[in-house]
């Protein structure tokens, strides 16, 4: 694919998608960009396509052009926008999630095996499944497969898959390009990250108890936070993790994924998360805010820059690497923030200017769990 003149910026991609700086990668050509498709807002069955069995093991590198159809022996169930998780047998692992956008049709001329097709389009897939999580990340078990060509899921399991096929594509790809992102990220002009941050101190106690959703390699933010309090980081990425580790000596750090992470009630006087939520598929932020709020003490402080554009997730490429993105508009941020039981107390929107990527909006917000309900 012959890449644009100029990248689109992750945070304007098609009017709407947002994207920014998270701390972690890849130096070889990614693979053509596959594009959510939205599609009905109504809801539909869930289901698990069981791709490359026995001989027809799939080999390692997804291309994008074989992510259009599914065949089945005897004629399937699923319907027009119905969802579903790609599962490869051979690999015992999920690459990718897609929507049904065709009714089934009968092969011409008519198979022993396979007669049957479906059309589908991704919404997001891995393109290497050597980095695929495995198929009990949506809480199945590879004895409840068969030989099957699919099966039925619950609506949990599909999140809970697709968000395991989401954090590693971003945990490989913050792998790849560390360096390059990294150099990347000192070229940022504009952001406030660290007046926001000083803001919060003041607001805490002494020697503060701190988690950071996303803590990166271990950047200034983070080692303030260190210095001051006893921080708790989490991140998917194990190279942004080892240069962490590095950065922050005696820091609590943890490999693992926001959308899934979990923390003792009431275990933290802040939770902070720095141009890191746009890695986060939009239907998993409610549910984190609300972990959030229970992890926070009475009275205790929530601090994040978030996306500030709609962008139902988009796959593609982010400086040489494969990387997924997705956000909500500022209005929806705090609706969620609310819902989650949080009493949102500032809410403003940054322009930061990016190397490569031009100008992008973000929109910070600090929030207070209830001393009391």
Same mark, same amino acid.
């Given at each position: 694919?012959?890449?644009?003149?100029?990248?689109?910026?992750?945070?304007?991609?098609?009017? *709407?998608?947002?994207?920014?700086?998270?701390?972690?990668?890849?130096?070889?050509?990614?693979?053509?960009?596959?594009?959510?498709?939205?599609?009905?807002?109504?809801? *539909?069955?869930?289901?698990?396509?069981? %791709?490359?069995?026995?001989?027809?093991?799939?080999?390692?590198?997804?291309?994008?052009?074989?992510?259009?159809? /599914?065949?089945?022996?005897?004629?399937?169930?699923?319907?027009?926008?119905?969802?579903?998780?790609?599962?490869?047998?051979?690999?015992?692992?999920?690459?990718?999630?897609?929507?049904?956008?065709?009714?089934?049709?009968?092969?011409?001329?008519?198979?022993?095996?396979?007669?049957?097709?479906?059309?589908?389009?991704?919404?997001?897939?891995?393109?290497?499944?050597?980095?695929?999580?495995?198929?009990?990340?949506?809480?199945?078990?590879?004895? @409840?497969?068969?030989? /099957?060509?699919?099966? #039925?899921?619950?609506?949990?399991?599909?999140? @809970?898959?697709?968000?395991?096929?989401?954090?590693?594509?971003?945990?490989?790809?913050?792998?790849?390009?560390?360096?390059?992102?990294?150099?990347?990220?000192?070229?940022?002009?504009?952001?406030?990250?660290?007046?926001?941050?000083?803001?919060?101190?003041?607001?805490?106690?002494? #020697?503060?108890?701190? &988690?950071?959703?996303?803590?990166?390699?271990?950047?200034?933010?983070?080692?303030?936070?260190?210095?001051? *309090?006893?921080?708790?980081?989490?991140?998917?990425?194990?190279?942004?993790?080892?240069?962490?580790?590095? %950065?922050?000596?005696?820091? %609590?750090?943890?490999?693992?994924?926001?959308? $899934?992470?979990?923390?003792?009630?009431?275990?933290?006087?802040?939770?902070?998360?720095?141009?890191?939520?746009?890695?986060?598929?939009?239907?998993?932020?409610?549910?984190?805010?609300?972990?959030?709020?229970?992890? &926070?003490?009475?009275?205790?402080?929530?601090?994040?820059?978030?996306?500030?554009?709609?962008?139902?997730?988009? $796959?593609?490429?982010?400086?040489?690497?494969?990387?997924?993105?997705?956000?909500?508009?500022?209005?929806?941020?705090?609706?969620?923030?609310?819902?989650?039981?949080?009493?949102?107390?500032? @809410?403003?929107?940054?322009?930061?200017?990016?190397?490569?990527?031009?100008?992008?909006?973000?929109?910070?917000?600090?929030?207070?769990?209830?001393?009391?309900?």
């Amino acid at each position: 694919m012959v890449p644009p003149r100029s990248p689109p910026s992750p945070h304007v991609f098609a009017e *709407g998608a947002c994207r920014a700086a998270h701390e972690r990668g890849r130096a070889d050509a990614a693979p053509e960009p596959l594009r959510v498709n939205p599609g009905s807002e109504e809801p *539909g069955a869930h289901w698990l396509l069981v %791709r490359g069995r026995g001989e027809r093991r799939l080999e390692p590198e997804v291309r994008a052009d074989e992510l259009r159809a /599914h065949s089945s022996t005897r004629r399937p169930r699923v319907r027009v926008g119905d969802r579903a998780l790609l599962y490869a047998a051979g690999w015992q692992v999920l690459f990718g999630a897609v929507r049904v956008v065709s009714e089934p049709e009968e092969v011409e001329p008519p198979r022993v095996r396979w007669r049957w097709r479906f059309r589908i389009e991704p919404e997001v897939a891995l393109s290497d499944l050597r980095e695929a999580p495995p198929v009990q990340a949506a809480g199945v078990l590879t004895t @409840s497969v068969g030989r /099957h060509s699919y099966v #039925r899921l619950t609506e949990e399991q599909f999140r @809970s898959g697709r968000a395991a096929v989401v954090a590693a594509i971003v945990a490989s790809g913050y792998d790849r390009i560390a360096d390059r992102f990294a150099a990347w990220q000192r070229e940022i002009a504009g952001s406030r990250r660290l007046e926001w941050l000083e803001r919060l101190l003041a607001l805490l106690p002494r #020697r503060p108890d701190v &988690l950071e959703l996303g803590v990166g390699a271990g950047v200034r933010s983070s080692r303030i936070l260190a210095e001051r *309090g006893r921080l708790t980081g989490v991140d998917v990425s194990e190279e942004q993790l080892r240069r962490a580790r590095e %950065r922050l000596p005696g820091t %609590r750090l943890l490999q693992a994924d926001v959308a $899934t992470v979990s923390f003792p009630e009431a275990s933290f006087d802040a939770v902070v998360s720095f141009y890191v939520l746009n890695n986060l598929p939009q239907d998993e932020l409610g549910p984190l805010l609300a972990r959030v709020a229970g992890w &926070l003490r009475p009275g205790g402080w929530f601090l994040a820059s978030l996306p500030a554009r709609d962008n139902p997730g988009w $796959t593609g490429d982010f400086l040489g690497t494969e990387m997924f993105f997705a956000g909500h508009a500022p209005e929806r941020n705090e609706e969620l923030v609310r819902e989650a039981g949080l009493d949102v107390v500032d @809410s403003q929107l940054e322009t930061i200017v990016e190397l490569g990527y031009g100008r992008g909006t973000w929109h910070w917000l600090l929030a207070r769990r209830p001393r009391s309900k």
